[in-house]
């Protein structure tokens, strides 16, 4: 009979050390491995060089590194880099790398396809599977940090937790991937780097006010009328806007910090006079900023970027009611790496 070997990085360092001494060996030997597995990223066993042949051999009959691997690389003529990740179980997720002049930003996958049905998103046609591990999360930061020194000269500066999938609906692997990144011993990257980005659900943003996460906090708002917003993310129905506010008070309250509201704009939708006061209004409950973002079409071409003249009159509004707005261009529509377009067209 075949024995199921286990994911050896599921195990803390703590839990390896154990395993050590239980063998017979030394405790040190787990820090070893720890750092080979997730330091220096080694794919194999055999890559452990400063451990002994027949440990290493102990190690291969019990466990597995189930590492993702990067199937596909596309690369946008703005620089922007699209990755098809190979999960263990030949599943696949996208992410993305986004260079600007000041930094490099990944946005990761954080579920294989969404349970949610975003009407404007190309994920939301692919149903979930399953969601990912806290590892195969970290790893496609790893795979972008290094492509981001490869290609960009540069270590990768912000993650933001837009790819697929809805990161609070896998919050537990969420948050032990970003202690990963966040720790000495994985990336040692600053949490005031990292965004979470959620289409808000409200008992989950006051779990996270509550476990008092150093990270940022984006909802992917786009309308402020409960009626408009139902019909482009039927969620709102069971999440209604009232419920939002409140959870977005109480992660105020708790955390002091601000929130960003990604915002779209669409012909037809959300461009009226009425969209851009309710909008406006609910900027009000809590301090925040907004990212006004460019829209890509999805392939049936039912969702339009609204007209110039209705960006400007969101952007003129929002600035006379001196609430902070970017606009963010879209990147990366080449490869289909664009915000909402990850779709594993690859
Ligand atoms: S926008 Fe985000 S939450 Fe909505 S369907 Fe797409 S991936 Fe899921």
Known sequence: MEIKKKDIRALTKEQLRVFFVKEGDKAFRGNQVYEWLWQKAAYSFEDMTNISKETRQMLEDNFVINHIRVDTMQRSNDGTIKNAVRLHDGLIVESVLIPTSTRTTACVSSQVGCSLDCKFCATSRLKRMRNLNPDE???????????????HNRPLSNIVFMGMGEPLMNYNNVIKAIDKITSKEGLGMSPKRITVS??????????????????????????AVDEVRTSIMPFNETFPLQDLRESLEYWYTKTQRKISYEYVVWK???????????????CKYVPCK?????????DDGEFQQASNEALENYIRTLEQNRIVVNVRRSRGKDIDAACGQLANKT
Do not use: C
């Open 137 to 151: 999360i970290y790893d496609q930061v790893v795979a972008i940090d290094n492509e981001s020194r490869l290609y």
């Open 290 to 298: 907004v990212n006004i973002i460019e829209y890509n079409p999805i």
């Open 268 to 282: 037809g939708i959300n461009d009226t006079q009425n969209d851009i006061d309710a909008f406006v209004k609910f």
């Open 198 to 223: 959620t289409s808000g659900v409200p008992k989950m943003i006051k779990k996270m006010a509550d476990d008092e996460v150093k990270f940022n906090l984006a909802v992917s708002l786009h309308s």
